[in-house]
């Protein structure tokens, strides 16, 4: 889909030529003299319809209106949430045979940031259908989708990046929408090398052997029961020099999860191949990076592999070494992501990162604790938990910081090992993320626990692309943040600038590279 953004007064709205005219209608929209005003008028003066959020009234050649169909459209209070409620419900409006170009009009609303990244998400949202295994599914006509403002030039940044958001989000979520049998490692290796055709991405891809090689035991200890091969993804995006530190992104990429020899219930295992949602989020991110190219260095790190039952599987009990050097005692098979994650977290160290930020679809205690509204946010730093909260509230992809006392850690203990991999089931997302905190030393660290916001359930069974509005935001906070704090002589200039003079940075961040 494309959008565009346009300044558009109301009688603005009324002459834009399109297939659709959505026009957005707070509490306090004031009536002027203009051919819409006068629609709202009329409607409201019949009881024909009301402000209230959500509330439609579809018109069709309505006077004075260019746009061969009008949806007049209640936002409420016009707060977020209301924006959302309305936007959301238009869905079908904008999916109707017919509309190619839309003008979704937000001229009557206050502007603020997350009712942009909100508005911007739903259209998207709308815009968007599974077709791989299913092309049948009918594609919505739309194409264009014009967004209305008063201030144009005011909202243009925001706009920018509210686009690249929903085209980094789109990535993950189709990737997370994928069977287990249509997106294994081998596919997401292959997803993250494409993504090189852009400006200032590199991507390696260590295969069993270099990780073998790393000495990452836990990690290869979930692989070992697969037909498939595992595969250690790192991409990097190089937007600043090379001297500043980057942030550092790990995903879980387990493609499917049966829980291996601790195996799951059959009923909604399906559900398990949302447990690479982490990944797919990475993925995400490097594709909105692409687009933005803004100044800052990131490094995506993601290990990928099934976990499944095998005559080779890994067995309760079985002691693992980590390439941290602790060893692990696999309590449950099926805590499996924190083992993957704990030995890219210690390969990340490495970068030393500005910050280390690992996603994944963890546990289901995180689910049950916060539902699918908030993503669990775990952080060992005040100012990188306050940076992600406040990425989350402008995104409008929220998530809630959780504790990390050392108490929590006591039920890891383990006769045989360093450590359990499990605890017991209470506090299951904060004791998953008590044994991940073990593997980051003193490094600037967080934990965003998605197994409830990365997916829905039910009749809209399907990955959400979160937390890539959330994370995305918080990487131009940061790059904008090192920017005041250089003085001006030394900054380098934004990549942007250096677009098609040649002169990118296209060394890669410098890491050891694997031995072969
Ligand atoms: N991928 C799951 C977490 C999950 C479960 C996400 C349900 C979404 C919905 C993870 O690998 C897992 O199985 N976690 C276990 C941990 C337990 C064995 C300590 C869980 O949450 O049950
Ligand atoms: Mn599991
Ligand atoms: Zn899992």
């Known amino acids: 889909m494309n959008f565009e953004l346009k300044a558009l007064s109301l009688t603005g709205a009324a002459a834009a030529k399109c297939d659709l005219l959505v026009l957005l209608v707070p509490e306090s929209f004031e009536a002027v003299q203009d051919p819409l005003s006068s629609l709202v008028d009329v409607a409201l003066g019949h009881g024909d319809w009301s402000k209230a959020a959500g509330k439609q009234l579809p018109l069709y050649k309505a006077d004075g209106v260019a746009a061969?169909?009008?949806?007049?459209?209640?936002?409420?209070?016009?707060?977020?949430?209301?924006?959302?409620?309305?936007?959301?419900?238009?869905?079908?409006?904008?999916?109707?045979?017919?509309?190619?170009?839309?003008?979704?009009?937000?001229?009557?609303?206050?502007?603020?940031?997350?009712?942009?990244?909100?508005?911007?998400?739903?259209?998207?949202?709308?815009?968007?259908?599974?077709?791989?295994?299913?092309?049948?599914?009918?594609?919505?006509?739309?194409?264009?989708?014009?967004?209305?403002?008063?201030?144009?030039?005011?909202?243009?940044?925001?706009?920018?990046?509210?686009?690249?958001?929903?085209?980094?989000?789109?990535?993950?979520?189709?990737?997370?929408?994928?069977?287990?049998?249509?997106?294994?490692?081998?596919?997401?290796?292959?997803?993250?090398?494409?993504?090189?055709?852009?400006?200032?991405?590199?991507?390696?891809?260590?295969s069993a052997k270099d990780v073998a090689k790393l000495g990452m035991g836990a990690f290869l200890a979930v692989a070992q029961g697969s037909r498939e091969p595992l595969q250690f993804i790192e991409l990097s995006y190089t937007g600043a020099t090379n001297t500043q530190a980057p942030v550092v992104l790990v995903g879980k990429g387990i493609t499917f999860d049966t829980g291996g020899i601790s195996l799951k219930p059959a009923a909604g295992m399906d559900e398990m191949k949302f447990d690479m949602c982490g990944a797919a989020s990475v993925l995400g991110v490097f594709r909105a990076l692409a687009q933005l190219q803004p100044a800052i260095n990131v490094v995506g790190l993601i290990p990928a592999c099934e976990n499944m039952p095998d005559g080779a599987a890994i067995k309760p009990g079985d002691v693992v070494t980590s390439m941290s050097g602790q060893t692990i005692e696999i309590l449950n098979t099926d805590a499996e992501g924190r083992l993957v994650l704990c030995d890219v977290l210690t390969y990340a160290e490495r970068f030393k990162p500005a910050a280390l930020v690992d996603i994944a679809t963890l546990t289901g205690a995180c689910v049950i604790a916060l539902g699918g509204v908030r993503s669990g946010m775990y952080a060992n730093t005040e100012a990188l938990a306050q940076s992600l909260l406040s990425a989350g509230e402008k995104t409008q992809d929220l998530c809630w910081r959780m504790p990390l006392d050392d108490d929590y850690a006591e039920g890891l203990?383990?006769?045989?090992?360093?450590?359990?991999?499990?605890?017991?089931?209470?506090?299951?997302?904060?004791?998953?993320?008590?044994?991940?905190?073990?593997?980051?030393?003193?490094?600037?660290?967080?934990?965003?626990?998605?197994?409830?916001?990365?997916?829905?359930?039910?009749?809209?069974?399907?990955?959400?692309?979160?937390?890539?509005?959330?994370?995305?935001?918080?990487?131009?906070?940061?790059?904008?943040?090192?920017?005041?704090?250089?003085?001006?002589?030394?900054?380098?200039?934004?990549?942007?600038?250096?677009?098609?003079s040649g002169l990118q940075a296209k060394a890669p961040i410098k890491a050891p590279q694997v031995e072969e």
Request: net charge positive; hydrophobic share 45%; charged share 20%.
């Open 68 to 206: 061969r169909r009008v949806l007049l459209l209640g936002a409420g209070s016009g707060s977020v949430r209301d924006v959302r409620m309305a936007l959301s419900g238009a869905a079908s409006a904008l999916k109707a045979d017919g509309v190619k170009h839309a003008v979704v009009c937000l001229s009557a609303l206050v502007d603020s940031a997350s009712i942009m990244h909100v508005a911007v998400q739903c259209i998207a949202d709308a815009g968007y259908a599974y077709t791989l295994t299913k092309p049948q599914a009918k594609l919505a006509a739309i194409a264009k989708v014009s967004i209305g403002v008063i201030d144009k030039r005011a909202n243009s940044t925001l706009f920018e990046q509210a686009v690249a958001i929903t085209a980094g989000q789109s990535l993950a979520k189709e990737w997370g929408n994928r069977p287990a049998n249509h997106a294994t490692p081998t596919m997401l290796a292959q997803a993250a090398k494409e993504l090189v055709k852009h400006d200032n991405i590199q991507c390696k891809v260590h």
């Open 413 to 500: 203990k383990s006769n045989f090992a360093d450590m359990g991999n499990v605890a017991g089931r209470a506090g299951g997302s904060i004791t998953a993320a008590k044994f991940l905190q073990r593997f980051v030393g003193n490094q600037a660290w967080a934990h965003l626990d998605i197994a409830g916001t990365a997916w829905r359930e039910g009749a809209a069974k399907g990955a959400t692309g979160r937390p890539v509005p959330l994370l995305v935001q918080f990487l131009l906070d940061e790059s904008a943040q090192a920017a005041t704090k250089k003085p001006k002589k030394t900054a380098k200039p934004a990549a942007k600038s250096l677009k098609g």
